[in-house]
T-cell receptor, first 112, second 112 residues
Framework: GIQVEQSPPDLILQEGANSTLRCNFS?????LQWFHQNPWGQLINLFYIPSGTKQNGRLSATTVATERYSLLYISSSQTTDSGVYFCAVDTNSGGSNYKLTFGKGTLLTVNP | NAGVTQTPKFRVLKTGQSMTLLCAQDMNHEYMYWYRQDPGMGLRLIHYSVGEGTTAKGEVPDGYNVSRLKKQNFLLGLESAAPSQTSVYFC???????????FGSGTRLTVV
């Protein structure tokens, strides 16, 4: 199956700093998503981004499908950004068996 | 609008006992998923369903069974619990399987 590697595994920032999280995948994908899991365990979908660039407030994401990687940018980080960020992909190009394969995540800690 | 509701939130089982985890969604989503999350492993797909009456195996299906008799409910069963099934279980739903994932708040299961 497809391999999803995220880096770095851990990241500690001071409030206000910027960061870049990376997701590499081993095969062509038709779906790539970024999720945030807050310290209480809740998972929230951040971006659906199989290709191109999207922005939502202080967060933006870029996927270069031909080079098999995606980047999540967090600018002016806040303590509420702390948690685990997951990249998830799907290689399905047709039919109905859509399912996501998750990376192991990047644990982000933002200190005040 | 409750979204995705998982019950119970916590449970302790003895080895060999059985139990059922319930996932209910009120968004009329076609796709539903069960994942398990273990430290350092990300989320791994157990079973999933692409519509009422359908089920399919994911990455780690052994020791689990599922049923989706009603569109809004997806049940995960453990027939004979083992300590290796100690984990946090997450249910998710999606309208299309490709985007719009909504996760429940998780069930923390301990098997002793």
């Amino acid at each position: 199956g497809i391999q999803v590697e995220q880096s770095p595994p851990d990241l500690i920032l001071q409030e206000g700093a910027n960061s870049t999280l990376r997701c590499n995948f081993s095969d062509s994908v038709n779906n790539l998503q970024w999720f945030h899991q807050n310290p209480w365990g809740q998972l929230i979908n951040l971006f659906y981004i199989p290709s191109g660039t999207k922005q939502n407030g202080r967060l933006s994401a870029t996927t270069v499908a031909t080079e098999r990687y995606s980047l999540l940018y967090i600018s002016s980080s806040q303590t509420t950004d702390s948690g685990v960020y997951f990249c998830a992909v799907d290689t399905n190009s047709g039919g109905s068996n859509y399912k996501l394969t998750f990376g192991k995540g990047t644990l982000l800690t933002v200190n005040p | 609008n409750a979204g995705v509701t998982q019950t119970p939130k916590f449970r302790v089982l003895k080895t060999g006992q059985s139990m059922t985890l319930l996932c209910a969604q009120d968004m009329n989503h076609e796709y539903m998923y069960w994942y398990r999350q273990d430290p350092g492993m990300g989320l791994r797909l157990i079973h999933y369903s692409v519509g009422e009456g359908t089920t399919a195996k994911g990455e780690v299906p052994d020791g689990y069974n599922v049923s989706r008799l009603k569109k809004q409910n997806f049940l995960l069963g453990l027939e004979s619990a083992a300590p290796s099934q100690t984990s946090v279980y997450f249910c998710a739903s999606s309208p299309s399987g490709a985007w719009g994932y909504t996760f429940g708040s998780g069930t923390r299961l301990t098997v002793v």
